[in-house]
């Protein structure tokens, strides 16, 4: 098997595309459905972790599992359904970033917090599932993001060693993640204004020619 340059490990939501209102809009309908209000604010804090943290964090931590399941399971399907009907695209600097990794030898993945069946219908709604090596969903780790899980789980998939890694994140939890896997970390401001990235920019078309290159040099 040929060395790659290195791994490109991206989180999804926030970071692929933009899908904020989707999952808020799927959210708000759910909790109300179980008599629980939400607010803006809370959704954002929440936004990046598993179903079960969030769910335990607005109804209590001895919510009891098969609650978590029903609930989380019609959040879910009303997210993919919005997918479906409303459609995604690309964030910017998206499309370009995956050709040009692609191009110059890098391994891919997804390592996203969502469940694999939200993980298939985005990559096939956006249709770069040709990019993508390996992906890892929340479903296929035991702790989700902020442990490091997802990240190291991916790594091992593309078989490149962490330290070889850079993670594309937008979410406090993600970046931390990607920091306690020993990964390098690019952060987009899509939904966080602050967070503690190698390289943190509005959109990646802000990145420059040799953001990922660069970030696998060794320090001087």
Known sequence: MTQPVGAALWDMDGTLLDSAEHHWLAWQATLAAEGR????????????????????????PDLADSEVERIASEKEARYRELVRRRGVILLPGVAHWLARLCEEGWRQAVASSAPRANVETVLDALGVRQYFAASV??????HGKPAPDIFLAAAARLEVAP????????APA????ARRAGMHVIAVRSSHSSLAADLVVDTLEELPMDAFERLLRPAS
Request: glycine share 12%; charged share 30%; aromatic share 12%.
């Open 37 to 60: 209000s939400i607010t803006y604010e809370e959704f954002l804090r929440s936004f990046g972790q598993r179903n079960d943290v969030v769910l335990r964090g607005f109804f209590g």
């Open 137 to 142: 969903s929340g479903e296929d780790v035991r």
């Open 163 to 170: 330290a070889r890694c850079v993670v594309v994140e937008d």
């Open 174 to 177: 993600g970046v931390e993640a």
